[in-house]
């Protein structure tokens, strides 16, 4: 963050960049991913669910800016953005300002994701914090399943209570989980893509996630059997 442990940008060469991409100047950035990708983990989240951040960001070989609101600006200089950009701001109830670039020829990641192919080659620092990420997801997954109890009465579990586990513990550990599926007995049969449900569970649980951290997202599932295992789920 502004501490700058995240926010280094190291192997991101903005000219190279920009040409990969028609042969523009600069690019703006409003998918989440992208500034992620572009500032080595920056998170302009508030709503999960939308794939646009709180701010928008413009990169050029020779200026940083992030443009957003005076509800969002003092959290993202503070813990995300470092003295490198220049935060422009706007009051909330006012349309945002206009991208400080006139002149330049600007390639935006919105609505179509063009920046998308350039994100698949890892640096070194994202290697690192996604195994980093696959260690913690896993562990905390597994030591979930070990603790679940089986049975519908008494202090049994049921699906929602096995997500809400696992969900809570990855939180703590700065870790979303977007995707969160739960499936026992008969539904891990049945459907592919079980959401949780207040089904108890009997005999056999399967849980599988998807854990983002630093803009980098690893995907891990666990079974746990309370007895032999039919030999069509081996």
Not at 39 to 66: C, M, Q, Y
Not at 132 to 137: F, I, N, Q
Not at 158 to 173: C, F, K, P, Q, T
Request: net charge negative; glycine share 8%.
């Amino acid at each position: 963050g502004a501490d700058g442990d995240r926010l280094v940008g190291d192997g991101r060469d903005v000219g190279a960049l920009a040409k990969a991409i028609h042969h523009v100047d600069g690019v703006v950035l409003r998918r989440r991913s992208n500034i992620a990708w572009v500032t080595d983990g920056v998170d302009t989240h508030i709503d999960l669910s939308d794939r646009r951040g709180i701010a928008e960001v413009v990169w050029t070989p020779r200026r940083k800016v992030v443009i957003t609101d005076n509800i969002e600006s003092p959290r993202l200089r503070a813990e995300e953005f470092g003295s490198e950009w220049e935060v422009m701001e706007s009051n909330w109830w006012e349309a945002p300002q206009a991208t400080p670039m006139e002149g330049l020829r600007l390639e935006c990641d919105w609505p179509e994701d063009v920046i998308a192919p350039l994100r698949w080659s890892l640096t070194d620092l994202e290697i690192e914090r996604v195994r980093e990420l696959g260690r913690d997801a896993a562990g905390t997954l597994e030591s979930v399943m070990r603790e679940v109890k089986a049975g519908g009465r008494g202090d049994g579990w049921n699906e929602h209570r096995l997500a809400g586990e696992v969900i809570g513990r990855l939180r703590a550990m700065n870790i979303h989980a977007p995707v969160m599926l739960v499936a026992s007995d008969d539904r891990l049969k049945r459907f592919r893509h079980p959401i949780p449900t207040d089904k108890p569970i009997m005999h056999i649980v399967m849980a599988a996630i998807c854990a983002q951290r630093f803009g980098l997202t690893v995907s891990a599932t666990r079974i746990v059997s309370f007895g032999p295992v039919d030999a069509d789920l081996r």
